[in-house]
Nanobody
């Protein structure tokens, strides 16, 4: 059974950076597509970024293109989300999720979820 643990959230000023980590136990990250989603107060959970380590593919939502970078450290079984040039609109709880299969932005197609980590960007 896969378990995902996120870390790295916090409070940062606009223009700052944070790096989120998602560490998996129970299976290797190369077996799955790993994605980051976020949920802001009063809004639906939305896709942010994903990586298919086995295929070497990544994808980002348009609003974070050029600011966020997703990567992996296979030895640590961890996926990272480097977030740069943060904006107040990026404030949300960020969730890590995994599924077997190709990258998709559909929430319901992901099997495993972490507990989330809060990111707050002040103006």
């Amino acid at each position: 059974h896969v378990q995902l643990v996120e870390s790295g959230g916090g409070l940062v000023r606009a223009g700052g950076s944070l790096r989120l980590s998602c560490t998996a136990t129970g299976d290797t990250i190369t077996t799955y597509t790993t994605a980051w989603f976020r949920e802001a107060p009063g809004k639906e959970r939305e896709f942010v970024s994903a990586i298919d380590v086995a295929k070497g593919k990544t994808n980002h939502t348009d609003s974070v293109n050029g600011r966020f970078i997703i990567s992996s450290d296979n030895a640590k079984n961890t996926v990272f989300l480097q977030m740069n040039s943060l904006e107040p609109e990026d404030t949300a709880v960020y969730y890590c999720a995994q599924r077997r299969g190709s990258i998709t932005d559909i929430v319901s197609l992901y099997w495993y979820w972490g507990q989330g980590t809060q990111v707050t960007v002040s103006s």
